[in-house]
């Protein structure tokens, strides 16, 4: 497999990922947890797992986990989590979302939790969830998303590729609807939230060089007043703090 940008990236810090306070839990893992409360799946699958957090969740619910991302340190990084938690039904597989090594209606969940602004190809991922969900079965899909506005989705998406140039979009509410529905997948509950982030930690993760930091951090301070307002920017001694909104959909296979 040839290393995308988003490979190289994560590659490189999959263990800041894994010791990152917004990916081990945070207000969208807990809601996941509330909106999957009662079900039990036999088959499940964690797409973009990254260090493994929601796959370790859903493993306590679910007979069988598989744990899918294309990074391999990431995978790595799955496997230390799963064994340091005795989540022993989890198994990692290494592939893309848009192409998942799974045969037709074969999964009762998905989840893909604070990834899928990542994948190039977003709509293909959402025809594969489609094709391998069993009739019925549910996709829970949580990420940052992009408000309505256009300057608003345009600079929290410029600033997000500035920080990490494998971001691809943090889409809109109504796109992500628009392209369910294109597959038969129909969002049966949403809820909104906030990613809490701090700059410092943000740019950490990513490897930003410090002046390509600086330059970005200056975006940030020189923002106009509807930008603050609209993601909470505020600074605190050395730092600056943020958030981006977040939506927690869960979607049923309707055909
Ligand atoms: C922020 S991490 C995911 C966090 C994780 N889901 C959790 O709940 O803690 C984003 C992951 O998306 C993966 N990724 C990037 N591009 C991808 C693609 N096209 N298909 C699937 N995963 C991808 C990266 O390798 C990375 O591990």
Redesign the pocket.
């Known amino acids: 497999m040839n290393k ?1 940008k ?2 190289q990236i ?1 590659g490189d810090n999959a263990e800041a ?1 894994a010791n990152s306070p917004v ?1 081990v839990r945070d207000d969208s893992l807990d809601i996941i947890e509330k909106m999957l409360a009662g079900h039990n799946f036999e088959m499940a699958l964690d ?5 493994g ?2 796959a370790i969740s859903i493993s306590n619910i679910s007979n069988t986990v598989l744990a899918s ?3 391999r340190p ?1 995978l790595e990084q799955t496997r230390k989590t799963s064994i340091s938690t005795n989540s022993a039904n989890i198994s990692v597989i290494q592939n ?3 192409q998942i090594p799974i045969s037709t209606n074969t999964v009762d969940l998905i989840t893909c ?3 899928g602004h ?3 190809e977003f709509d293909k991922y959402i025809h594969e969830c489609s094709r391998i969900l069993k009739q019925k079965g549910i996709l829970i899909i949580a990420d940052s998303i992009s408000p309505e506005n256009e300057d608003l989705d345009q600079w929290l998406n410029q600033i997000e590729l500035e920080r990490d140039p ?1 971001h691809v979009r943090n889409r809109k509410l109504s796109e992500i609807n628009l392209i369910l529905n294109k597959y038969h997948l129909k969002t049966i509950e949403h809820q909104l939230t906030r990613i809490h982030l701090s700059f410092n930690s943000w740019v950490g993760r990513t490897g930003v060089s410090k002046s390509y930091k600086n330059h970005i951090q200056q975006k940030f301070i020189n923002a106009e007043p509807h930008i603050k307002e609209a993601f909470q920017i505020r600074s605190i001694d050395k730092d600056i703090l943020f958030s981006w909104p977040c939506a927690v959909m869960k979607c049923v296979k309707s055909v």
Do not use: L, N, W
Request: hydrophobic fraction near 35%; charge should be neutral.
């Open positions: 995308s988003a490979q994560f990922y990916h797409v973009g797992t990254g260090a957090f929601t991302d294309p990074t990431m893309i979302a848009e939790r604070k990834a990542h994948f190039p494998s």
